[in-house]
């Protein structure tokens, strides 16, 4: 604390900014910032934070260069958030899971806030895509063949009722006719009655409206 009071001096700057100096070159990126404890303010933090951010309240700043007891506990809390990093990381990754951290808040009440972030891992995530993937193309095969049995069924139920239909008409095309088979004299081969018989036939179903 002397050096830095003499080097701030020095410089002809407050010991407060030669701290402040100090810290940024021991932490990297620190910020002078009054961070609030409730969750949309800490979210709000963790969102603007890359894994080594340092935000310390002002009044806290002022108390930690003035007081070594100050300084040496608050430089404390944050030595330990980075030192239990690599052992979280390998902590959750034995989980499956990613850790990510993002800094170190003291809040204005002295209070000491760790940010951090943990999901699914990459491999995990790419397992997951890959068997949702599977389902959805499954599901979309289920629905296609489903689509394509209801089709043929109603395909079917077409059919039958064209045919049945059919039947009707040329029941009821006979019912209402009645053809003297005795007066109808075939004269012709075989071949040719055969003819006639079909020729016959169509003129039958012309009448009941089935055929063109």
Known sequence: MEQLQKTGEAAGTSK????TEYLRSKYGNVRIQSIGKD??????AGKSMSGSDVVIAPNILEQMANE???????EGKIDDFFEATP?????????????????VVVHEDGSVTYIGGCGDSPERVAEVNAINKAKREKEAAQREAS??????AAEERKQQMEIAYRKQAVAEFFASRAVDMSRVT??????????????????IMEAAGIMK
């Open 87 to 103: 052992r979280l990381k390998a902590s959750f990754a034995a989980q499956g899971l990613d850790y990510q951290p993002c800094g």
């Open 147 to 152: 689509m394509e049995r209801s089709q043929e």
């Open 16 to 19: 407060v900014d030669a701290y």
């Open 186 to 203: 075939y004269t012709e081969a075989p071949g040719v009655m055969g003819s006639a018989f079909a020729a016959y036939e169509q003129n």
């Open 39 to 44: 969750q949309k303010s800490l979210d709000r």
């Open 68 to 74: 070594p007891e100050k300084a040496a506990y608050y």
